[in-house]
């Protein structure tokens, strides 16, 4: 579970769970969390938690609320976010774990229509959730794929002796409507398939098939008249 | 009177038009992913109808997979017969778009109503759902239809679009500025959609139509790729490859699956060959004839 470490120049007051769909912060005796102190307004901010995401919402409070310094009027809070009513923080722990457990099961689910209430409002209400799938992690993309580096250098025409990095996912060679082939860029290597044209791309004497070929350092590839030759950086 | 139509139909059919099946090259490919054991996305595609569909579904055991095939096997069935008829031969192959996308949605509203009433009536499929694209491509146009998170592209030259807005949570909180696009992209709420078919008795469909021209590519896809690969390489693979579709669809598929494959990826792909305006009724050639 989420929680919120409230303190006071460094000293920390209190531990809260974030155990209810909304929280509410102010001076008044029935917030959730009551904060007698003058700088915190009667109804000063609330925290909505829907599933493992929680948001800060400030209620148009006479000094504001802070968020890593910074003032806010909504906030999707993150890991770590430190939270400034007066001179009181709190910082927002997430649960990194039934977060991810969460996501294991509840990834892909369906919120019934009608149960929903503007995100604007702050009262996101989803019941009813249908399970799309029991399998899932975290849906983050991965970063770019970290294989080794490799070029191609022209080994005739005009400009022989050219190289081109292949750093794209598909670099394209050749000249559209003649003869098109493409080098992809994959985790486990770099492949040339054909895209277009009567001729195939011939790599190392042998014209290809229409599959994509596994190429080798220092493979040598010739599509429309055009020798090169594939080399990894490195 | 009756001669005089004739003449003018004679007229009309002098203008060469070209049919939806030589102005449209369709590829639909779908593919389980690199976790999931089992594929509960649908597809389907005609380009003599003009029709693409692609439906995504959810729920335990096999019931998403009922789910989508469901809607997909019942909505082309049904709009086979309905597109089919009015581009046949005995209605000059005109239709009345309007009358046909009200069709579109009550045809929608009626597979919803099935799956609705099937997964009430077997425990099995209780709580099964899906969501939804359809195309329609006539006279120079794409009708849009569509329920949930998965999505409609179109790429013309350089500019890559999404023209579908997805009905979910995270969407809109989007929508609303609680979240900014970088947040959305590391939030463990991608797929909690907000619309279904088969969740309820009635659903609210999106329809929207859009102007295609010859060269346009059109991708309908579910979340299996949009999530696994940004839209930038999205395009980017389709501009790279778009003249192979059948290479440019399993090339996406094989980014996807490069980066996790972490759901079920479907694509259909839509390239526009050519003018597909749709020939014009005796009246309308009468008026260009009087101009």
Known sequence: MAKLILSMDGLVLKEIPLNKERLTIGRKPF???????????????????ILADSFLEDLNSTNGTLVNGQPIKKHFLRNNDVVELGKYKMKYMADLQAGAAASDFERNAAIRSGSLKMPSELKLTPMDTITRSSVGVASQPKPPMAGPAAAIQLLNGPNVGKELELTKTLTTLGKPGLQVAVIARRPHGY???????????????????????????????????????????? | MRRLC????????????????DALEMVALSDSGVLRGHNEDAVFSDAALGVA????????????????????????AELGSVIGSCLSETRHGRCDAAVIERHIVNEVGAANFDIFNASRGNPRYSGMGTTLVLAWFYDNRVSVAHVGDSRVYRLRGESFEQLTRD??????????????????RHSDYKNLVTRALGV????????????????????LCSDGLNDMVDDHDIAHTLQALGRNLPLAAEHLIQLANDNGGRDNISVVLVRVLGDYAAPAGWWQRLLARLK
């Open chain 1, 31 to 49: 917030n959730d969390i009551q904060i007698d102190n003058l700088a915190i307004s009667g109804e000063h901010a609330v925290v909505v938690t």
């Open chain 1, 191 to 234: 492949f040339i398939t054909h895209v277009e044209g009567r001729q195939f791309p011939i790599v190392n004497g042998r014209p290809l098939d229409a599959q994509a070929y596994p190429l080798g350092d220092h493979d040598v590839i010739e599509i429309a008249g055009i020798k090169m030759e594939f080399f990894l950086r490195g």
């Open chain 2, 6 to 21: 004739g003449a003018l139909f004679a007229f009309g059919r002098g203008r060469s038009l070209m049919r939806l099946q």
């Open chain 2, 53 to 76: 569909i692609l439906a995504d579904g959810m729920g335990g055991y096999n019931a998403g997979e009922v789910a989508s095939s469901m809607a997909v096997s019942r909505l082309s």
């Open chain 2, 167 to 184: 009905h979910s949570l995270l969407q809109e909180r989007l929508d609303s500025g609680l979240i900014s696009r970088e947040e959305a």
């Open chain 2, 200 to 219: 309820d008795p009635t659903v609210d469909v999106d329809i929207s139509d859009f102007d295609v021209q010859p060269g346009d590519l059109v991708l």
